[in-house]
Protein backbone atom coordinates (compact mmCIF):
# COMPACT_ATOMS: atom_id res chain seq x y z
CA UNK A 1 0.00 0.00 0.00
CA UNK A 2 1.68 3.53 -1.04
CA UNK A 3 1.54 6.22 1.98
CA UNK A 4 0.14 9.55 1.19
CA UNK A 5 3.36 11.73 1.88
CA UNK A 6 3.49 15.45 2.22
CA UNK A 7 2.26 17.53 -0.53
CA UNK A 8 4.62 19.05 -2.81
CA UNK A 9 6.30 22.71 -2.73
CA UNK A 10 4.39 23.18 -6.14
CA UNK A 11 1.08 25.10 -5.92
CA UNK A 12 -0.88 24.17 -9.33
CA UNK A 13 -2.34 27.20 -11.29
CA UNK A 14 -1.25 31.21 -11.17
CA UNK A 15 -0.86 32.95 -8.20
CA UNK A 16 0.14 36.48 -7.28
CA UNK A 17 3.52 36.55 -5.98
CA UNK A 18 5.75 39.23 -4.83
CA UNK A 19 7.26 42.75 -6.83
CA UNK A 20 4.53 42.33 -9.34
CA UNK A 21 5.67 38.59 -10.58
CA UNK A 22 3.07 35.64 -10.72
CA UNK A 23 3.97 32.24 -9.98
CA UNK A 24 2.79 29.67 -12.79
CA UNK A 25 2.82 25.76 -11.98
CA UNK A 26 1.67 22.65 -13.51
CA UNK A 27 2.00 18.87 -12.77
CA UNK A 28 2.59 17.45 -16.28
CA UNK A 29 5.05 14.33 -15.57
CA UNK A 30 4.54 13.11 -19.01
CA UNK A 31 6.01 16.13 -20.43
CA UNK A 32 9.57 16.67 -22.04
CA UNK A 33 9.21 20.53 -22.31
CA UNK A 34 7.19 23.07 -20.83
CA UNK A 35 6.59 26.79 -21.52
CA UNK A 36 4.03 29.39 -20.07
CA UNK A 37 2.36 31.40 -22.82
CA UNK A 38 1.24 34.87 -21.15
CA UNK A 39 -0.44 37.24 -23.00
CA UNK A 40 1.23 35.70 -26.38
CA UNK A 41 4.58 35.43 -25.53
CA UNK A 42 6.29 32.18 -24.46
CA UNK A 43 8.26 31.83 -21.27
CA UNK A 44 10.12 28.72 -20.21
CA UNK A 45 9.15 26.60 -17.45
CA UNK A 46 11.63 25.00 -14.92
CA UNK A 47 11.15 20.86 -13.96
CA UNK A 48 10.72 21.05 -9.95
CA UNK A 49 10.10 18.06 -7.94
CA UNK A 50 8.64 14.74 -9.68
CA UNK A 51 6.91 16.07 -13.05
CA UNK A 52 6.37 19.38 -12.06
CA UNK A 53 6.62 22.43 -13.81
CA UNK A 54 7.03 26.04 -12.23
CA UNK A 55 7.82 29.89 -13.80
CA UNK A 56 7.73 33.15 -11.79
CA UNK A 57 6.59 36.38 -14.56
CA UNK A 58 5.64 39.73 -14.62
CA UNK A 59 1.72 39.64 -14.89
CA UNK A 60 -1.33 41.40 -13.59
CA UNK A 61 -4.96 40.69 -13.42
CA UNK A 62 -6.42 39.28 -16.27
CA UNK A 63 -4.01 38.23 -18.73
CA UNK A 64 -4.73 35.18 -20.89
CA UNK A 65 -2.39 32.17 -20.87
CA UNK A 66 -1.83 28.59 -21.05
CA UNK A 67 0.79 26.32 -20.23
CA UNK A 68 2.73 24.63 -23.98
CA UNK A 69 3.46 20.73 -22.88
CA UNK A 70 5.97 18.86 -25.86
CA UNK A 71 3.86 22.18 -28.46
CA UNK A 72 0.35 21.48 -27.55
CA UNK A 73 -1.47 24.54 -25.44
CA UNK A 74 -3.46 23.44 -22.59
CA UNK A 75 -6.01 25.45 -20.11
CA UNK A 76 -4.39 25.36 -16.40
CA UNK A 77 -6.05 22.69 -14.99
CA UNK A 78 -6.71 24.99 -11.53
CA UNK A 79 -7.57 27.62 -13.35
CA UNK A 80 -9.62 30.57 -11.55
CA UNK A 81 -11.01 31.84 -14.96
CA UNK A 82 -11.26 31.39 -18.49
CA UNK A 83 -11.32 33.46 -20.72
CA UNK A 84 -13.88 31.33 -22.63
CA UNK A 85 -15.04 27.33 -22.91
CA UNK A 86 -12.93 24.68 -21.33
CA UNK A 87 -10.87 24.34 -23.91
CA UNK A 88 -9.14 27.73 -24.22
CA UNK A 89 -6.57 30.07 -22.61
CA UNK A 90 -7.10 30.63 -18.92
CA UNK A 91 -7.02 34.26 -17.15
CA UNK A 92 -4.99 35.83 -14.42
CA UNK A 93 -7.27 36.50 -11.64
CA UNK A 94 -6.48 37.81 -8.22
CA UNK A 95 -9.06 37.05 -5.57
CA UNK A 96 -7.60 39.52 -2.83
CA UNK A 97 -8.83 42.14 -5.01
CA UNK A 98 -12.52 41.90 -4.07
CA UNK A 99 -13.92 44.47 -1.15
CA UNK A 100 -15.55 41.83 1.22
CA UNK A 101 -17.19 45.29 3.27
CA UNK A 102 -18.77 44.12 7.02
CA UNK A 103 -16.98 41.42 8.85
CA UNK A 104 -18.99 37.83 8.98
CA UNK A 105 -18.79 35.47 11.46
CA UNK A 106 -21.00 32.67 10.56
CA UNK A 107 -23.93 30.77 12.19
CA UNK A 108 -23.99 27.65 14.00
CA UNK A 109 -24.69 24.39 12.48
CA UNK A 110 -27.67 23.69 14.72
CA UNK A 111 -29.31 26.75 13.10
CA UNK A 112 -29.14 24.98 9.72
CA UNK A 113 -32.18 25.34 7.48
CA UNK A 114 -30.97 24.79 4.27
CA UNK A 115 -32.20 25.45 0.90
CA UNK A 116 -30.78 23.26 -2.13
CA UNK A 117 -30.53 25.54 -4.98
CA UNK A 118 -29.23 25.46 -8.88
CA UNK A 119 -27.74 28.89 -9.63
CA UNK A 120 -28.72 28.50 -13.92
CA UNK A 121 -32.47 27.79 -12.89
CA UNK A 122 -33.24 29.33 -9.80
CA UNK A 123 -34.15 32.43 -11.36
CA UNK A 124 -35.30 33.19 -15.18
CA UNK A 125 -31.96 34.65 -15.99
CA UNK A 126 -29.80 31.83 -14.31
CA UNK A 127 -27.00 34.46 -12.92
CA UNK A 128 -25.51 34.90 -9.45
CA UNK A 129 -26.50 38.57 -9.80
CA UNK A 130 -30.12 37.67 -10.23
CA UNK A 131 -30.18 34.73 -7.37
CA UNK A 132 -28.99 37.97 -5.34
CA UNK A 133 -32.06 39.50 -5.51
CA UNK A 134 -34.05 36.74 -3.85
CA UNK A 135 -31.94 36.52 -1.07
CA UNK A 136 -34.16 38.94 1.41
CA UNK A 137 -37.34 37.29 0.71
CA UNK A 138 -35.87 33.65 2.01
CA UNK A 139 -33.79 35.10 5.15
CA UNK A 140 -37.37 36.59 5.90
CA UNK A 141 -38.92 33.21 5.05
CA UNK A 142 -37.11 31.46 7.87
CA UNK A 143 -33.93 29.83 5.00
CA UNK A 144 -30.55 30.30 6.99
CA UNK A 145 -28.45 28.27 4.53
CA UNK A 146 -28.33 27.64 1.09
CA UNK A 147 -26.44 24.60 -0.83
CA UNK A 148 -25.82 25.41 -4.62
CA UNK A 149 -25.19 22.79 -7.00
CA UNK A 150 -21.89 22.57 -8.32
CA UNK A 151 -20.62 25.49 -10.46
CA UNK A 152 -17.36 24.23 -11.29
CA UNK A 153 -16.41 25.42 -15.25
CA UNK A 154 -17.98 22.70 -17.08
CA UNK A 155 -18.31 22.23 -21.16
CA UNK A 156 -21.23 23.68 -22.29
CA UNK A 157 -23.70 26.39 -21.48
CA UNK A 158 -26.09 24.55 -19.34
CA UNK A 159 -25.81 21.68 -16.75
CA UNK A 160 -26.41 20.36 -13.37
CA UNK A 161 -22.61 21.04 -12.79
CA UNK A 162 -21.28 17.82 -11.43
CA UNK A 163 -18.99 17.39 -14.86
CA UNK A 164 -17.27 20.50 -14.16
CA UNK A 165 -13.17 19.89 -15.27
CA UNK A 166 -11.94 23.33 -14.01
CA UNK A 167 -12.78 22.37 -10.46
CA UNK A 168 -11.40 25.98 -9.12
CA UNK A 169 -13.18 28.74 -11.61
CA UNK A 170 -16.78 29.42 -11.47
CA UNK A 171 -18.99 28.13 -14.52
CA UNK A 172 -19.29 31.52 -16.37
CA UNK A 173 -22.74 31.38 -17.52
CA UNK A 174 -23.52 32.15 -14.08
CA UNK A 175 -21.27 34.84 -13.86
CA UNK A 176 -17.41 35.98 -12.83
CA UNK A 177 -16.10 35.42 -9.50
CA UNK A 178 -16.54 38.29 -8.46
CA UNK A 179 -20.14 38.13 -8.96
CA UNK A 180 -20.20 34.89 -7.12
CA UNK A 181 -18.29 36.63 -4.19
CA UNK A 182 -21.08 39.73 -4.44
CA UNK A 183 -23.88 36.71 -3.95
CA UNK A 184 -22.31 35.24 -1.24
CA UNK A 185 -21.89 38.65 0.02
CA UNK A 186 -25.48 39.42 -0.13
CA UNK A 187 -26.41 35.81 1.21
CA UNK A 188 -24.18 36.88 4.74
CA UNK A 189 -25.18 40.47 4.87
CA UNK A 190 -28.81 39.22 4.92
CA UNK A 191 -27.88 36.08 7.43
CA UNK A 192 -28.02 33.09 5.23
CA UNK A 193 -24.79 30.71 5.29
CA UNK A 194 -23.53 29.80 1.68
CA UNK A 195 -22.42 25.80 1.16
CA UNK A 196 -21.08 24.81 -1.78
CA UNK A 197 -21.70 21.19 -3.69
CA UNK A 198 -17.81 20.56 -4.56
CA UNK A 199 -17.32 17.24 -6.77
CA UNK A 200 -13.29 15.88 -6.25
CA UNK A 201 -14.08 12.06 -6.91
CA UNK A 202 -14.54 12.61 -10.70
CA UNK A 203 -13.42 15.17 -13.57
CA UNK A 204 -16.27 15.51 -16.42
CA UNK A 205 -15.58 14.37 -19.88
CA UNK A 206 -15.23 17.18 -21.98
CA UNK A 207 -12.56 19.45 -21.82
CA UNK A 208 -9.93 17.09 -19.15
CA UNK A 209 -6.77 17.19 -20.46
CA UNK A 210 -5.26 15.74 -17.48
CA UNK A 211 -4.70 12.11 -19.39
CA UNK A 212 -2.68 13.88 -22.04
CA UNK A 213 0.25 15.03 -19.63
CA UNK A 214 -0.69 13.12 -16.41
CA UNK A 215 -1.69 9.92 -16.71
CA UNK A 216 -0.67 8.89 -13.45
CA UNK A 217 -3.67 11.00 -11.98
CA UNK A 218 -5.95 8.20 -12.62
CA UNK A 219 -6.12 4.46 -12.11
CA UNK A 220 -8.11 1.64 -10.53
CA UNK A 221 -11.79 0.92 -10.49
CA UNK A 222 -13.83 3.44 -12.60
CA UNK A 223 -16.69 5.50 -11.26
CA UNK A 224 -19.83 5.82 -12.44
CA UNK A 225 -19.17 8.96 -14.17
CA UNK A 226 -15.76 8.72 -15.31
CA UNK A 227 -12.12 7.48 -14.64
CA UNK A 228 -10.99 7.01 -11.06
CA UNK A 229 -8.96 9.67 -9.73
CA UNK A 230 -5.44 8.08 -8.15
CA UNK A 231 -5.97 9.47 -4.58
CA UNK A 232 -2.34 8.00 -3.49
CA UNK A 233 -0.56 10.61 -5.72
CA UNK A 234 -0.37 13.60 -3.78
CA UNK A 235 0.18 15.85 -6.30
CA UNK A 236 -3.62 15.20 -7.05
CA UNK A 237 -4.22 15.60 -3.69
CA UNK A 238 -2.47 18.92 -3.87
CA UNK A 239 -4.91 20.27 -6.26
CA UNK A 240 -7.83 18.47 -4.96
CA UNK A 241 -7.45 19.83 -1.62
CA UNK A 242 -6.12 23.46 -2.17
CA UNK A 243 -9.19 23.29 -4.29
CA UNK A 244 -11.48 22.67 -1.93
CA UNK A 245 -9.96 25.16 0.37
CA UNK A 246 -9.38 28.06 -2.11
CA UNK A 247 -13.15 27.82 -2.39
CA UNK A 248 -13.52 28.40 1.02
CA UNK A 249 -11.04 30.98 1.40
CA UNK A 250 -11.25 33.05 -1.65
CA UNK A 251 -14.87 33.01 -1.68
CA UNK A 252 -15.54 33.03 2.26
CA UNK A 253 -17.96 30.25 1.79
CA UNK A 254 -19.13 29.20 5.16
CA UNK A 255 -19.24 25.17 4.25
CA UNK A 256 -18.78 22.64 1.23
CA UNK A 257 -20.87 19.85 0.53
CA UNK A 258 -18.68 16.41 -0.98
CA UNK A 259 -20.72 15.01 -3.62
CA UNK A 260 -20.29 10.84 -3.50
CA UNK A 261 -17.44 10.55 -1.04
CA UNK A 262 -17.60 6.96 -1.82
CA UNK A 263 -16.28 6.92 -4.75
CA UNK A 264 -13.07 8.04 -3.67
CA UNK A 265 -10.90 5.34 -3.10
CA UNK A 266 -8.06 5.56 -1.22
CA UNK A 267 -5.88 2.77 0.49
CA UNK A 268 -3.59 5.67 1.96
CA UNK A 269 -2.97 6.65 5.52
CA UNK A 270 -4.35 9.18 6.49
CA UNK A 271 -7.60 8.80 3.86
CA UNK A 272 -7.59 11.61 1.76
CA UNK A 273 -10.70 12.71 3.45
CA UNK A 274 -9.20 12.90 6.71
CA UNK A 275 -6.21 14.88 5.82
CA UNK A 276 -8.75 16.84 3.76
CA UNK A 277 -10.78 17.79 7.20
CA UNK A 278 -7.85 18.32 9.42
CA UNK A 279 -6.38 20.76 6.49
CA UNK A 280 -9.79 22.48 6.90
CA UNK A 281 -10.14 22.58 10.36
CA UNK A 282 -6.34 23.62 11.16
CA UNK A 283 -6.98 27.22 10.05
CA UNK A 284 -8.32 29.79 12.63
CA UNK A 285 -11.20 31.50 10.40
CA UNK A 286 -13.32 33.92 12.29
CA UNK A 287 -16.52 31.81 11.00
CA UNK A 288 -17.37 28.39 11.47
CA UNK A 289 -17.05 25.96 8.61
CA UNK A 290 -19.56 23.29 8.10
CA UNK A 291 -18.71 20.62 6.09
CA UNK A 292 -21.41 18.09 4.62
CA UNK A 293 -20.91 14.81 3.09
CA UNK A 294 -23.38 12.78 0.40
CA UNK A 295 -21.89 8.85 1.02
CA UNK A 296 -23.95 6.13 0.47
CA UNK A 297 -22.06 3.56 2.69
CA UNK A 298 -23.82 4.88 5.65
CA UNK A 299 -21.25 4.70 7.90
CA UNK A 300 -20.93 7.59 11.01
CA UNK A 301 -16.97 7.52 11.11
CA UNK A 302 -16.19 10.51 8.61
CA UNK A 303 -18.74 12.41 11.04
CA UNK A 304 -17.25 10.61 13.91
CA UNK A 305 -13.97 12.40 12.54
CA UNK A 306 -15.31 15.37 12.38
CA UNK A 307 -17.58 16.04 9.47
CA UNK A 308 -20.46 18.01 10.58
CA UNK A 309 -23.29 15.99 8.81
CA UNK A 310 -24.24 13.39 5.88
CA UNK A 311 -26.92 13.37 3.33
CA UNK A 312 -29.59 11.30 4.65
CA UNK A 313 -31.19 9.29 1.77
CA UNK A 314 -32.79 6.38 3.58
CA UNK A 315 -35.03 9.13 4.98
CA UNK A 316 -36.36 10.69 1.63
CA UNK A 317 -36.30 6.96 -0.25
CA UNK A 318 -38.40 5.44 2.69
CA UNK A 319 -40.64 8.28 2.24
CA UNK A 320 -41.46 8.17 -1.16
CA UNK A 321 -42.16 4.59 -1.02
CA UNK A 322 -44.93 5.04 1.95
CA UNK A 323 -46.15 7.82 0.34
CA UNK A 324 -46.05 7.01 -3.39
CA UNK A 325 -46.19 2.82 -3.37
CA UNK A 326 -42.97 2.88 -5.82
CA UNK A 327 -40.46 0.46 -5.48
CA UNK A 328 -38.35 0.07 -8.28
CA UNK A 329 -34.66 0.76 -9.04
CA UNK A 330 -33.10 1.72 -5.84
CA UNK A 331 -36.42 2.38 -3.76
CA UNK A 332 -37.06 -1.54 -3.38
CA UNK A 333 -34.95 -1.82 -0.41
CA UNK A 334 -38.02 -0.17 1.40
CA UNK A 335 -40.68 -2.30 -0.29
CA UNK A 336 -41.00 -5.09 2.71
CA UNK A 337 -41.76 -2.15 5.16
CA UNK A 338 -41.50 1.36 3.83
CA UNK A 339 -43.68 2.66 7.10
CA UNK A 340 -41.66 0.03 9.67
CA UNK A 341 -38.37 2.02 7.86
CA UNK A 342 -39.77 5.60 8.22
CA UNK A 343 -39.92 4.33 12.25
CA UNK A 344 -36.33 3.38 12.13
CA UNK A 345 -35.49 6.49 10.72
CA UNK A 346 -37.09 8.70 13.13
CA UNK A 347 -35.85 6.54 16.25
CA UNK A 348 -32.37 6.00 14.98
CA UNK A 349 -31.87 8.47 12.09
CA UNK A 350 -30.91 5.97 9.48
CA UNK A 351 -32.62 3.25 8.44
CA UNK A 352 -29.40 0.56 7.50
CA UNK A 353 -27.20 0.32 9.31
CA UNK A 354 -25.62 -3.32 8.88
CA UNK A 355 -28.66 -4.89 10.25
CA UNK A 356 -29.91 -8.46 9.16
CA UNK A 357 -32.97 -7.97 7.21
CA UNK A 358 -35.61 -9.90 7.44
CA UNK A 359 -34.58 -11.94 3.97
CA UNK A 360 -31.38 -12.89 5.18
CA UNK A 361 -29.44 -10.29 3.55
CA UNK A 362 -27.23 -7.88 5.21
CA UNK A 363 -27.70 -4.00 5.30
CA UNK A 364 -25.21 -1.41 4.22
CA UNK A 365 -24.09 0.61 7.02
CA UNK A 366 -23.76 1.24 10.47
CA UNK A 367 -25.60 2.26 13.70
CA UNK A 368 -25.21 6.33 13.99
CA UNK A 369 -28.00 7.08 16.33
CA UNK A 370 -24.97 8.05 19.08
CA UNK A 371 -24.39 11.46 16.84
CA UNK A 372 -26.52 14.66 17.72
CA UNK A 373 -29.43 14.48 15.24
CA UNK A 374 -28.27 17.39 13.25
CA UNK A 375 -25.58 15.50 11.84
CA UNK A 376 -28.32 13.87 9.92
CA UNK A 377 -29.27 16.12 6.97
CA UNK A 378 -33.11 14.68 6.18
CA UNK A 379 -34.76 15.67 2.73
CA UNK A 380 -38.11 15.01 1.04
CA UNK A 381 -36.54 15.87 -2.51
CA UNK A 382 -33.13 16.67 -3.90
CA UNK A 383 -32.03 17.25 -7.35
CA UNK A 384 -31.11 13.47 -7.53
CA UNK A 385 -34.73 12.23 -6.62
CA UNK A 386 -36.25 14.55 -8.86
CA UNK A 387 -33.91 14.34 -11.83
CA UNK A 388 -33.86 9.72 -11.80
CA UNK A 389 -37.17 10.34 -13.31
CA UNK A 390 -37.62 10.62 -16.80
CA UNK A 391 -40.05 13.71 -16.35
CA UNK A 392 -38.41 15.01 -13.48
CA UNK A 393 -41.56 14.77 -11.17
CA UNK A 394 -41.32 16.43 -7.62
CA UNK A 395 -42.55 13.98 -4.77
CA UNK A 396 -45.59 17.37 -4.57
CA UNK A 397 -46.76 16.15 -8.20
CA UNK A 398 -47.06 12.20 -6.98
CA UNK A 399 -48.66 12.70 -3.37
CA UNK A 400 -50.58 16.16 -3.66
CA UNK A 401 -50.88 18.83 -1.57
CA UNK A 402 -52.23 17.13 1.51
CA UNK A 403 -49.71 14.35 2.29
CA UNK A 404 -47.38 17.19 0.60
CA UNK A 405 -48.38 19.59 3.42
CA UNK A 406 -48.08 17.05 6.21
CA UNK A 407 -45.05 15.65 5.18
CA UNK A 408 -43.19 19.53 4.85
CA UNK A 409 -44.33 20.49 8.36
CA UNK A 410 -42.89 16.44 9.69
CA UNK A 411 -39.28 17.65 7.87
CA UNK A 412 -39.27 20.99 9.30
CA UNK A 413 -40.51 19.85 13.17
CA UNK A 414 -38.09 16.40 13.66
CA UNK A 415 -34.87 17.60 15.12
CA UNK A 416 -32.91 16.21 12.20
CA UNK A 417 -31.41 19.14 9.53
CA UNK A 418 -34.07 20.04 7.27
CA UNK A 419 -33.12 20.41 3.79
CA UNK A 420 -35.80 21.57 1.01
CA UNK A 421 -35.11 21.77 -2.71
CA UNK A 422 -35.71 25.60 -4.11
CA UNK A 423 -39.54 26.03 -5.26
CA UNK A 424 -40.43 23.26 -2.16
CA UNK A 425 -40.92 25.83 0.33
CA UNK A 426 -43.61 27.91 -1.98
CA UNK A 427 -44.92 24.20 -2.98
CA UNK A 428 -43.89 23.66 -6.36
CA UNK A 429 -44.68 21.24 -9.02
CA UNK A 430 -42.23 22.49 -11.69
CA UNK A 431 -40.19 19.55 -13.02
CA UNK A 432 -36.11 19.35 -12.34
CA UNK A 433 -35.22 16.93 -15.09
CA UNK A 434 -31.24 15.98 -16.02
CA UNK A 435 -30.03 18.42 -18.34
CA UNK A 436 -26.58 19.05 -19.83
CA UNK A 437 -25.13 20.41 -23.31
CA UNK A 438 -22.05 18.28 -24.37
CA UNK A 439 -20.44 18.51 -27.65
CA UNK A 440 -22.49 17.80 -30.70
CA UNK A 441 -21.04 14.18 -31.36
CA UNK A 442 -21.96 13.37 -27.91
CA UNK A 443 -25.75 14.21 -27.97
CA UNK A 444 -26.74 11.14 -29.16
CA UNK A 445 -24.49 9.16 -26.53
CA UNK A 446 -25.98 11.18 -23.78
CA UNK A 447 -29.78 10.24 -24.79
CA UNK A 448 -28.75 6.95 -25.00
CA UNK A 449 -27.52 6.79 -21.93
CA UNK A 450 -29.99 8.46 -19.78
CA UNK A 451 -32.50 6.20 -21.70
CA UNK A 452 -30.70 3.03 -20.17
CA UNK A 453 -29.70 3.71 -16.86
CA UNK A 454 -33.94 4.96 -16.28
CA UNK A 455 -34.30 2.17 -17.90
CA UNK A 456 -32.40 0.52 -15.56
CA UNK A 457 -34.12 1.85 -12.48
CA UNK A 458 -37.33 0.49 -14.15
CA UNK A 459 -38.78 3.64 -16.06
CA UNK A 460 -41.01 3.66 -18.76
CA UNK A 461 -39.17 6.15 -20.65
CA UNK A 462 -41.30 6.73 -24.01
CA UNK A 463 -42.08 10.27 -22.65
CA UNK A 464 -38.68 11.17 -20.86
CA UNK A 465 -37.91 14.90 -21.19
CA UNK A 466 -34.64 15.16 -23.43
CA UNK A 467 -31.77 15.88 -21.34
CA UNK A 468 -30.01 17.84 -24.09
CA UNK A 469 -32.72 20.13 -25.33
CA UNK A 470 -31.94 24.00 -24.20
CA UNK A 471 -35.64 23.73 -23.40
CA UNK A 472 -35.60 21.43 -20.77
CA UNK A 473 -33.56 24.22 -18.00
CA UNK A 474 -36.33 26.34 -18.82
CA UNK A 475 -39.29 23.80 -17.22
CA UNK A 476 -37.08 23.70 -14.01
CA UNK A 477 -37.84 27.57 -12.78
CA UNK A 478 -40.16 26.63 -9.47
CA UNK A 479 -41.15 30.23 -9.09
CA UNK A 480 -43.41 31.15 -11.95
CA UNK A 481 -46.67 30.61 -10.04
CA UNK A 482 -48.45 33.49 -8.09
CA UNK A 483 -52.10 31.56 -7.19
CA UNK A 484 -53.38 31.51 -4.11
CA UNK A 485 -52.12 27.89 -3.15
CA UNK A 486 -48.41 29.71 -3.78
CA UNK A 487 -49.21 31.98 -0.98
CA UNK A 488 -50.79 29.04 1.29
CA UNK A 489 -47.66 27.40 1.13
CA UNK A 490 -45.21 30.72 1.87
CA UNK A 491 -47.68 31.08 5.00
CA UNK A 492 -47.19 27.09 6.19
CA UNK A 493 -43.41 27.47 5.44
CA UNK A 494 -42.98 30.57 7.60
CA UNK A 495 -44.98 29.19 10.45
CA UNK A 496 -43.41 26.14 10.72
CA UNK A 497 -39.75 28.07 10.64
CA UNK A 498 -40.35 30.04 13.03
CA UNK A 499 -41.77 27.28 15.32
CA UNK A 500 -38.80 25.45 14.29
CA UNK A 501 -36.73 28.42 15.21
CA UNK A 502 -38.54 29.51 18.96
CA UNK A 503 -39.06 26.14 20.02
CA UNK A 504 -37.61 23.71 18.69
CA UNK A 505 -33.81 25.23 18.58
CA UNK A 506 -33.32 25.81 22.09
CA UNK A 507 -34.82 22.15 22.59
CA UNK A 508 -31.91 20.94 20.65
CA UNK A 509 -29.46 22.97 22.41
CA UNK A 510 -29.98 21.78 25.46
CA UNK A 511 -28.35 17.79 24.83
CA UNK A 512 -29.93 14.97 23.12
CA UNK A 513 -31.21 12.51 25.97
CA UNK A 514 -30.79 9.29 24.05
CA UNK A 515 -32.56 7.75 20.88
CA UNK A 516 -35.86 8.48 19.83
CA UNK A 517 -38.78 6.29 20.73
CA UNK A 518 -41.46 5.55 18.26
CA UNK A 519 -44.86 3.71 18.66
CA UNK A 520 -47.05 2.49 15.62
CA UNK A 521 -50.82 3.26 15.31
CA UNK A 522 -52.09 1.06 12.79
CA UNK A 523 -49.81 0.71 9.88
CA UNK A 524 -49.21 4.22 8.55
CA UNK A 525 -49.29 6.51 11.83
CA UNK A 526 -46.97 7.29 14.35
CA UNK A 527 -46.40 8.34 17.91
CA UNK A 528 -42.67 10.06 18.15
CA UNK A 529 -40.78 11.17 20.62
CA UNK A 530 -37.44 12.43 20.91
CA UNK A 531 -35.72 12.88 24.22
CA UNK A 532 -33.49 16.75 25.34
CA UNK A 533 -32.28 18.16 28.12
CA UNK A 534 -35.24 20.88 28.34
CA UNK A 535 -37.97 18.39 27.53
CA UNK A 536 -39.09 16.28 24.98
CA UNK A 537 -40.45 16.62 21.15
CA UNK A 538 -43.49 14.88 20.73
CA UNK A 539 -45.28 14.58 17.20
CA UNK A 540 -47.79 12.11 16.53
CA UNK A 541 -48.67 11.89 12.57
CA UNK A 542 -50.54 10.17 9.95
CA UNK A 543 -49.42 9.21 6.48
CA UNK A 544 -52.38 7.43 4.96
CA UNK A 545 -54.41 6.85 7.72
CA UNK A 546 -55.16 7.54 11.06
CA UNK A 547 -53.60 7.29 14.49
CA UNK A 548 -55.87 4.19 15.68
CA UNK A 549 -56.09 4.05 19.37
CA UNK A 550 -54.13 7.18 19.91
CA UNK A 551 -55.04 9.01 22.86
CA UNK A 552 -56.32 12.10 23.02
CA UNK A 553 -53.91 15.03 23.27
CA UNK A 554 -53.69 18.32 25.07
CA UNK A 555 -53.38 21.70 22.99
CA UNK A 556 -50.25 21.25 20.31
CA UNK A 557 -47.19 23.92 19.55
CA UNK A 558 -48.53 23.04 15.90
CA UNK A 559 -51.63 20.89 14.21
CA UNK A 560 -52.63 20.25 10.67
CA UNK A 561 -56.27 18.23 10.94
CA UNK A 562 -56.33 15.37 13.79
CA UNK A 563 -53.99 12.88 13.09
CA UNK A 564 -56.97 10.23 15.23
CA UNK A 565 -59.45 10.57 12.55
CA UNK A 566 -57.39 12.21 9.38
CA UNK A 567 -55.46 10.12 7.09
CA UNK A 568 -52.97 12.81 6.78
CA UNK A 569 -52.49 15.26 9.88
CA UNK A 570 -49.64 15.93 12.38
CA UNK A 571 -49.71 17.15 15.77
CA UNK A 572 -46.68 18.45 17.78
CA UNK A 573 -45.94 19.22 21.10
CA UNK A 574 -43.01 19.76 23.65
CA UNK A 575 -43.55 18.37 26.81
Same mark, same amino acid.
Given at each position: ?? $????????????????????????????????????? &????????? &? @??????????????????????????????????????? *?????? *????????????????????????????????????????????????????????????????????????????? *???????????????????????????????????????????? $???? &?????????????????????????????????????????????????????????????????????????????????????????????????????????????????????????????????????????????????????????????? @?? @??? %??????????????????? $????????????????????????????? *???????????????????????????????????????????????????????????????????????? %?????????????????????????????????????????????? @???????????????????????????
Amino acid at each position: MR $EASDPLPLRWGAHPGTGGSWDFAIWAPAAERAELMLD &GTAHDMAPV &G @NGGWQASIPARDGLSYTFRLDGTDYPDPAARLQQGDVHG *PSLTHD *PEAFDWGAPWHGRPWDEGVILEIHIGTFTPEGTFAAAAERLPELADLGITGIEIMPVSHFHGAYGWGYDGVLLRAPH *PAYGSPDEMRAFIRAAQSNGIVVILDLVLNHFGPFGNYLHSYAP $EAFG &GEATPWGDAIDFTRPELRALLRDTATGWIDEYRLDGLRLDAVHAIRDPSEPHFLIELLQTIRAKERERPIHLILEDERNLPDLREAGYDAQWNDDWHNALHVALTGETQGYYKAHAADPFGDLARAMTLGQVEEGQTRADGTKARGAPAAHLPWSAFV @NA @NLT %HDQAGNRPKGERLLSLIGD $EAGAVSHALLLLMPFTPMLFMGEEVGSTA *PFPFFADPPKHAVAALREGRTKELQGLGYDTSAMIDPASPDTPRLCYPYGDTRRRTREWLRLTRELLSLRRR %HLLPLLRSGKRGPGEVTRHGLKAFHARWPFGAGTLDILVSLGAPAS @NAARRDTALFSMGDPRRDAFAIDVRID
